[in-house]
T-cell receptor
Framework: GENVEQHPSTLSVQEGDSAVIKCTYSDSASNYFPWYKQELGKGPQLIID?????GEKKDQRIAVTLNKTAKHFSLHITETQPEDSAVYFCAAPAGNKLTFGGGTRVLVKP | GAVVSQHPSWVICKSGTSVKIECRSL??????MFWYRQFPKQSLMLMAT?????????EQGVEKDKFLINHASLTLSTLTVTSAHPEDSSFYIC?????????????FGPGTRLTVT
């Protein structure tokens, strides 16, 4: 089955700086990689995803890059703001299910 | 985007009682829904896959007789925690897949916090 590892587990950044979270996966056949943001007491929200036919995707201040050869993908948040503070999860498909990384707790300090 | 709701958002029950949690897809028909459990500061753990009109598929280690799942319609799946105990206290989250979209995309509900006293 798919194995997803996520680093770092916690990340503290100054407001305005960039944040980068990296995930590695094990199944080379995986072709869909979503990122979710979870605020305290709420369900995860899909913020961006990427499919294996592209190497990078951007949506305003967030971007995801994919390196299929190395089997890793990363979330980049630029110009961080206090409202970016949350837990972020990456995921990769395993059959018709998703396998989640362990999560990264991001704290943006004003 | 697709919207998934859960009810209740939080519930407190006494040990030994049963609790039912509802998951609804509001603007699409979901043939497949998923139930997750999340303990504090941990990742999401898939409990089972709920398929409309058929039996749920449980992950290894999840007791199907304790966590009853019913997916009787294309917009509603229910999770019943039977004979709840304090160790069942957790955050339960459902997700649904829109068959009109990618086979992998899942939309999550807001979660239900269960506290068993």
């Amino acid at each position: 089955g798919e194995n997803v590892e996520q680093h770092p587990s916690t990340l503290s950044v100054q407001e305005g700086d960039s944040a980068v979270i990296k995930c590695t996966y094990s199944d080379s056949a995986s072709n869909y990689f979503p990122w979710y943001k979870q605020e305290l007491g709420k369900g995860p929200q899909l913020i961006i995803d990427i499919r294996s036919n592209v190497g990078e995707k951007k949506d305003q201040r967030i971007a995801v890059t994919l390196n299929k050869t190395a089997k890793h993908f990363s979330l980049h948040i630029t110009e961080t703001q206090p409202e970016d503070s949350a837990v972020y999860f990456c995921a990769a498909p395993a059959g018709n299910k998703l396998t989640f990384g362990g999560g990264t707790r991001v704290l943006v300090k004003p | 985007g697709a919207v998934v709701s859960q009810h209740p958002s939080w519930v407190i029950c006494k040990s030994g009682t049963s609790v039912k949690i509802e998951c609804r897809s509001l603007d699409f028909q979901a043939t497949t829904m998923f139930w997750y459990r999340q303990f504090p500061k941990q990742s999401l753990m898939l409990m089972a896959t709920s398929n409309e009109g058929s039996k749920a598929t449980y992950e290894q280690g999840v007791e199907k007789d304790k966590f009853l799942i019913n997916h009787a319609s294309l917009t509603l799946s229910t999770l019943t925690v039977t004979s709840a105990h304090p160790e069942d206290s957790s955050f339960y989250i459902c997700s649904a897949r829109d068959p009109q979209e990618s086979s992998y995309e899942q939309y999550f509900g807001p979660g239900t916090r269960l506290t068993v006293t």
